[in-house]
T-cell receptor, first 113, second 113 residues
């Protein structure tokens, strides 16, 4: 009954470091996506995937990489962390059946010093 | 490009009163879905209600209803009989070609006793 699991929950990085935010879902959902949430900005789409091996850019993709080698996992990579990437990151998954909501993970709070 | 607009940064309501949170959207797609999510101070994203563009009746889920006016491209959330636990951030969102979501900037609802 895990749903969407994000790790870690909190992370502090130094400028220039790289890291991977993990996201896993156990609902066999086709769609997975990453969002960042900043104060006053709502949630903005970074990257999304409609199935294993298929990814696409969202509204704010710069500085982030993704891959989808399995249905279950959709990691988000920060290549060279910048203070502007300080944010709360949410991963979500969903089915291709119309009218079904996306399921969200609990978020990762990331601070870049 | 698709866009969601929430014009009310903050709303205040007393317990047991009804409140309407506004949402307008812009899309050139004929088929789309509209969602409302609640984000309490603990940070998780909670799905509330869904409206499909071809649904003729307004969606309802318990105390939540969606006032869908397709010609005006609006999808307002109505919460009846507000409770203290309704205090949270509320996001309107639209699916992007049935995959990921585009979010508005959110409305903070404060319910007082």
């Amino acid at each position: 009954n895990a749903g969407v699991t994000q790790t870690p929950k909190f992370q502090v990085l130094k400028t220039g470091q790289s890291m991977t935010l993990q996201c896993a879902q156990d609902m066999n959902h086709e769609y997975m996506s990453w969002y960042r949430q900043d104060p006053g900005m709502g949630l903005r789409l970074i990257h999304y995937s409609v199935g294993a091996g298929i990814t696409d850019q969202g509204e704010v993709p710069n500085g982030y990489n993704v891959s989808r080698s399995t249905t279950e996992d959709f990691p988000l990579r920060l290549l060279s962390a910048a203070p502007s990437q300080t944010s709360v990151y949410f991963c979500a998954s969903g089915t291709n059946k119309g009218g079904q909501p996306q399921h969200f993970g609990d978020g990762t709070r990331l601070s870049i010093l | 490009a698709q866009k969601i607009t929430q014009t009310q940064p903050g709303m205040f309501v007393q317990e047991k009163e009804a409140v309407t949170l506004d949402c307008t959207y812009d899309t050139s797609d004929q088929s789309y879905g509209l969602f409302w999510y609640k984000q309490p101070s603990s940070g998780e994203m909670i799905f509330l209600i869904y409206q499909g563009s071809y649904d003729e009746q307004n969606a309802t889920e318990g105390r939540y209803s969606l006032n869908f006016q397709k010609a005006r491209k609006s999808a307002n959330l109505v919460i009846s009989a507000s409770q203290l636990g309704d205090s949270a951030m509320y996001f309107c969102a639209m699916d992007q070609a049935g995959t990921a979501l585009i979010f508005g900037k959110g409305t903070t609802l404060s319910v007082s006793s």
